[in-house]
């Protein structure tokens, strides 16, 4: 069955140092998403994405975050100047089509900011 | 705005126990809900969905029922086991042209031999 990749699986980064997390959705989904969940608390949805733009970003999704699908496989999401609240696990999902349709999640990516 | 409360953690029960989780939901319209689940050092996985009132959602056992009247959609199985020890994720995401899911705090279950 097709997954959605995520690399790395952690990433440890010093405060105010830039990160790129990185996804490859399943192939043939048009809607690319990222969430986060801070260590005990809930999956937040940060930001949505659709026929490479940004379709919805919650207020979390500040300038110091942006996304990019650069070459029609990969999906990624960037922190400008990480903070230590940004610390996280971060989950990309992808689906067919919006809101009947599931969305697939990696195994996501946890982030460490020192 | 949307949001969604699950019952609060964590639940431990016996194996072969019937379990029930509940997930009530505010939005406006008529959403579509899910269940997702979360092993483990893992990603979330989709467990079941319902997209309209009534609409039963099943799978492994588990099964729920959008009931748009309680604007419920409780997780229920007859009997479980050990490895359904996991986190549970009621979810909604909103017919209002947005798809973002909004997801309940999570409940974990522990079920013990």
């Known amino acids: ?114 | 705005g949307d949001s969604v409360t699950q019952m609060e953690g964590p639940v431990t029960l016996s194996e072969e126990a019937f379990l029930t989780i509940n997930c009530t939901y505010t939005a406006t319209g008529y959403p579509s809900l899910f269940w997702y689940v979360q092993y483990p050092g893992e990603g979330l996985q989709l467990l079941l969905k319902a997209t309209k009132a009534d609409d039963k959602g099943s799978n492994k056992g588990f099964e729920a029922t959008y009931r748009k009247e309680t604007t419920s959609f409780h997780l229920e199985k007859g009997s479980v086991q050990v490895s359904d020890s996991a986190v549970y994720f009621c979810a909604l995401s909103s017919n209002f042209g947005n798809e973002k899911l909004t997801f309940g705090t999570g409940t974990r279950l522990t079920i013990i031999p």
């Open chain 1, 1 to 114: 069955e097709p997954e959605v990749t995520q690399t790395p699986s952690h990433q440890v980064t010093q405060m105010g140092q830039e990160v790129i997390l990185r996804c490859v959705p399943i192939s043939n989904h048009l809607y690319f998403y990222w969430y986060r969940q801070i260590l005990g608390q809930k999956v937040e949805f940060l930001v949505s994405f659709y026929n490479n733009e940004i379709s919805e970003k919650s207020e979390i999704f500040d300038d110091q975050f942006s996304v990019e699908r650069p070459d029609g496989s990969n999906f990624t999401l960037k922190i400008r100047s990480t903070k230590l609240e940004d610390s996280a696990m971060y989950f990309c999902a992808s689906s067919v089509r919006g809101r009947d349709q599931p969305q697939h999640f990696g195994d996501g990516t946890r982030l460490s900011i020192l």
